[in-house]
């Protein structure tokens, strides 16, 4: 924003202290003048005119105590004032530097708590965070430009493939281009999807999330039969506020996590659902290889995998659990993954729950 320029606060605090001071002196001249009026100076007593007097006699001293009152007040308070900004001024170059993209500095400003410390803490803090997550972005966006480099040149390669060797099989290639195709499909609407959670621009209303994962468990029913993986729900109503749509999204990709993330035989998948004083619970467990603590932190970034896939006919795009953290978060949630003691993993998603009698 374009502003016209105008004098700076150190100006200001600067005239502002120097007013003060002599607004002050002033009055504890006044009150001298007043004092004098009221009880008589014995050197002028015996003056004709004794108001006269004491005029000549005291406003030479007053004019000089006022000019040396201004002078220190505008010293002093120039001194004082730029003490006083100095922490601004260091929030004010580590403003500019984020400005100009160098998001590594910090102000770490020393000293007590106050109200600039508080300042240059959270402005740190902001700062913290937004490189954070510009790094995040970038990771994400060459995680991306990688996965979609691979179908496309599978594609390229198989449609080479078909015009310079008219010998093969032209259904065998169609088939493999259909699958790299619809790979490619799933990954960018599971992009525009992770996009859109983060975004929050969605319409929020009443959702039980019991409802969601009951919803979710029939549709991967058949998926967890294929796979012999056997699922187990239970839980009670949990009301809360968000979008439908995305909550049924986080909850089928925690199922379909939990069922090709499992045993090549005989595993076992438990949904359930549950109320806490001010928050709903959505758990989602399963049996699977064991996995470390140190793994699980990274399973929620972008085409992270933790472990191989019972059948690799519905391996995902990578960004299953990465759409759930966005999802939790754009709905002032929280996610937790905890590896299980005898293998799999335990994921609890935590929302604000509503009253039951909400409708909104």
Do not use: C
Not at 139 to 152: D, G, K, Q, V
Not at 240 to 251: D, F, K, Y
Not at 280 to 287: A, D, F, G, I, K
């Amino acid at each position: 924003m374009d502003r016209a320029p105008g004098p700076s606060a150190r100006l200001k605090l600067t005239l502002s202290y120097a007013g003060f001071v002599m607004v002050a002196g002033a009055l504890l001249l006044a009150a001298v003048w007043v004092f004098l009026n009221r009880v008589p100076h014995p050197g002028l007593i015996f003056e004709p005119d004794y108001r006269l007097a004491v005029v000549r006699t005291f406003a030479p001293t007053a004019i000089a105590v006022l000019t040396f009152l201004l002078v220190f007040g505008l010293v002093g308070g120039w001194i004082l004032a730029g003490r006083m900004l100095a922490p601004l001024t260091r929030i004010t170059d580590a403003t500019r530097l984020a400005t100009d993209g160098s998001l590594s500095h910090r102000i770490r400003l020393p000293g007590r708590k106050d109200e600039f410390r508080e300042l240059a803490d959270a402005f740190d803090t902001m700062l913290a965070r937004l490189e954070a997550h510009i790094a995040e972005q970038q990771r994400f966006a060459a995680n991306a430009s990688h996965e979609l480099r691979t179908p496309l040149a599978i594609s390229k390669t198989l449609l080479d493939v078909a015009r310079t060797g008219p010998n093969h099989a032209t259904g065998e290639i169609i088939d493999r281009l259909h699958t790299v195709n619809t790979r490619a499909i799933d990954l960018t609407e599971a992009l525009l999807l992770l996009s859109r959670a983060g975004q929050r621009s969605f319409t929020r209303e009443r959702v039980d999330l019991s409802l969601m994962a009951e919803e979710a468990t029939e549709t991967l029913l058949s998926l967890a039969e294929k796979n012999g993986v056997t699922i187990e729900t239970s839980g009670e109503i949990t009301p809360t506020i968000g979008s439908p749509a995305l909550l049924l999204q986080l909850t089928t990709n925690l199922v379909h996590n939990a069922i090709v993330h499992n045993l090549p035989a005989q595993g076992t998948v438990w949904v359930s659902t549950g109320v806490r004083p001010r928050t709903v619970v959505l758990t989602v467990e399963n049996t699977g290889r064991s996995i470390t603590p140190q793994l699980a932190s990274t399973l929620t970034e972008p085409f992270q995998r933790g472990t191989e896939r019972v059948r690799t006919d519905h391996a995902g795009v990578g960004l299953g659990l990465a759409i759930v953290r966005t999802i939790t978060q754009a709905h002032d949630g929280t996610l937790t993954l905890t590896p299980r003691a005898g293998g799999g993993m335990r994921i609890t998603v935590e929302l604000p729950a509503v009253s039951p009698h909400t409708d909104r």
